[in-house]
C-alpha cells in the first residue's frame, strides 16, 4: 500500500453539475478525514470517519454536500448543484491510533482539483 | 475562534541558505503541533510533530520549536536545497488528532 489515493486528479464541470470524489485511505486506518483548500490558503476540514461512522461535520459542509464511508474502507464526497464557490482542492487523509501516545498521525492524499466554470 | 497565524506569508531565499518560519496559535486546549510540507498541487506530507511538554524537534535539516507558553512555534531550515521550495504549514490539534487547525502557510522559494 503506498499511501492514499484520491481520484479524479482533476475534474472542471459546469454550474449545477453534480460531482463525486473517491478517496481510498491507508489499508487499517480506521479514520477517514475530508478537507478543503482554496488557493494560498491551508486546508479547511469538512469531515471525519471513524470507520464508517461520520462522527463530525464543519458548518462548512453545506447541505448540497455529503460524504459516504460505506464499508469504513474508501470514501466518497459528492457535491450537489456545484457553484463557482467550490472551486477548489478537496483534500482525504486517513489515520489510525498510534500506540501509547493515543495520538493520530493524519496522511493525506494528492488531493482532487475541483473547477467549477 | 481557534486560529494559528503564519509568517511571511511567502519567502524568497537562496540555495544553500538558512531560514525560519513562525507560527502563532490561539487553539485551546492545546494537544499537539505539526508542520507539514506541501508541494504544488499535492497533499501535505508531515515533517515534525510535538506535545506540549517539547520544545524542539529535528528531522533532517528541519527543526521545529515550540515555546508552549507563548503558544508560538518556528521551523527553521539549514542549508536550503532547491527541492524545499513549497508551501510550509503549521496546524495545531487540539485533541489526539481529529479537528485540526491549518494555517494559511508560508510559501517558500529557492532560487539558484
Known amino acids: 500500500d503506498t499511501g492514499v489515493s484520491q481520484d479524479p486528479r482533476h475534474k472542471i464541470t459546469k454550474r449545477g453539475q453534480n460531482v463525486t470524489f473517491r478517496c481510498d485511505p491507508i489499508?487499517?486506518?480506521?479514520?477517514l478525514y475530508w478537507y478543503r483548500q482554496t488557493l494560498g490558503q491551508g486546508p479547511e476540514f469538512l469531515t471525519y470517519f471513524q470507520n464508517e461512522a461520520q462522527l463530525e461535520k464543519s458548518r462548512l459542509l453545506s447541505d448540497r454536500f455529503s460524504a459516504e464511508r460505506p464499508k469504513g474502507s474508501f470514501s466518497t464526497l459528492e457535491i450537489q448543484r456545484t457553484e463557482q464557490g467550490d472551486s477548489a482542492m478537496y483534500l482525504c487523509a486517513s489515520s489510525k491510533k498510534a500506540g501509547t501516545s493515543g495520538r493520530y498521525e493524519q496522511y493525506f492524499g494528492p488531493g482532487t482539483r475541483l473547477t467549477v466554470t | 475562534k481557534n486560529q494559528v497565524e503564519q509568517s511571511p506569508q511567502s519567502l524568497i531565499i537562496l540555495e544553500g541558505k538558512n531560514c525560519t518560519l513562525q507560527?502563532?496559535?490561539?487553539?485551546?486546549?492545546?494537544?499537539?503541533l505539526r508542520w507539514y510540507k506541501q508541494d504544488t498541487g499535492r497533499g501535505p506530507v508531515s515533517l515534525t510533530i510535538?506535545?506540549?511538554?517539547?520544545n524542539t524537534k529535528s528531522n533532517g535539516r528541519y527543526t521545529a520549536t515550540l515555546d508552549a507558553d507563548t503558544k508560538q512555534s518556528s521551523l527553521h531550515i539549514t542549508a536550503s536545497q532547491l527541492s524545499d521550495s513549497a508551501s510550509y504549514i503549521c496546524v495545531v490539534s487540539p485533541n489526539a488528532g481529529n479537528m485540526l487547525t491549518f494555517g494559511g502557510g508560508t510559501r517558500l522559494m529557492v532560487k539558484p
Open positions: 507560527c502563532n496559535y490561539t487553539v485551546s486546549p492545546f494537544s499537539n
Open positions: 510535538m506535545t506540549f511538554s517539547e
Open positions: 489499508s487499517e486506518h480506521n479514520r
